[in-house]
């Protein structure tokens, strides 16, 4: 696998989402919850392009792979529209502005993933930094109060919609100004990997969302709030790679994900009175633990030191949860497993494969 196909920009999203919540917007929600039924209703066609184009070494294939996720995304979307306006239950819930905006959230993110895909990375970083800053600006500006529109179906995120928007109208005159079509086709090639494609992005938020809403409430007690999930979001989508990573270069991910597992967990052994976003961060450690679970499943290699690391991690949030020794104790012992978890991980983490010398004649 080519170690430059993973997107640390992919957690940009998340991120976006997370400063919104933590400043109050309360439409996040409603707009998370559209923007992972319509990757289930599209079968995750960004994933799914990103799969496919990862396989072609020339860019008119990858140009016509682009076209069938633009056919995956307009047929299901077409799908979930029509479910949402004629089932009953759901139309009373329906808003087209928020709708709208998770669509065009999907469509910036599959030009993203072109521009990718053609070897233009830092355009992609741009491309997704300018769309999720416009993206929080516009949940902001709705969430301290925005404006009414009189419409015929309820629009009540007009800046939301009206950010996500401006960033699908930036990626299209970007990628096609930077990177003019190669070749178009409306063929779903894509769809024959769509069962990867939909555990790299489902898998996590379909086990929050069952957490959530099915398990008891003494065993979902740690995910309440949105906050927790989005940041063990970020931690799902930092470990995206297209396929799963092999010994060599997994360790570097393994020990990103054991840090950022491991932060809301040492922070709370020290702090343990310390509440953010209104909830005691060990809502933060189990919604990572979660997400760190899945990538660890979909993503990471089979290894001991990550899993040993997992479970570190995982006892401390149980010293700091049952806090069955004397503060100070539980203090350092809490500390202890998570600085052995990272130095379990940091075991030749950075150590490159040398390259191979050229031939001599």
Known sequence: MNRRLMRPAAALFPLAALIAAAMGSALVGRLMLLYYALQLFTLCAVDCFRNGAAREAGVRRADRRFGGGITQLV?????????????PELKPHFNAGLFAAAGCVTLEQLFEERMYALGRRVD???????ANLLLVAGLLLDGAGGVEVNLPVALDAPFTLGGAALGVLIALGTAYLVEPAHGFSFK????????????QTLLYPAAALEICTVLPENVRKGFAGLEPLLYGL???????????????????????????????????????????CGLPLVSF???????????GAVFCA????????????????????????PEMWNMAAGCACCLIAVALNLHKAFLRKAKRPEPRF
């Open 285 to 295: 450690a189990a919604a990572a633990a979660l997400a760190a679970l899945c990538a």
């Open 234 to 276: 970020i931690l799902w989508r930092l470990a995206r790679t297209t396929c799963r990573c092999t010994d060599e270069e997994s360790r570097p991910l393994n020990l990103l994900l054991v840090v950022l597992l491991a932060i809301p967990t040492a922070i709370g052994a020290v702090f343990p009175e310390l509440i953010l």
């Open 124 to 130: 992609g970083v741009v491309l997704s930094t300018i």
């Open 302 to 325: 089979p290894a001991w030191r990550y899993w040993m690391g997992f479970a570190l991690v995982l006892g401390a949030d149980a010293l700091l949860v049952l806090k069955p020794l």
């Open 188 to 199: 779903p090639v894509n769809l024959a990997l769509m069962p990867r494609s939909c555990a």
């Open 75 to 87: 047929l299901g979307t077409g799908l979930l529209l029509a479910a949402l306006l004629l089932c």
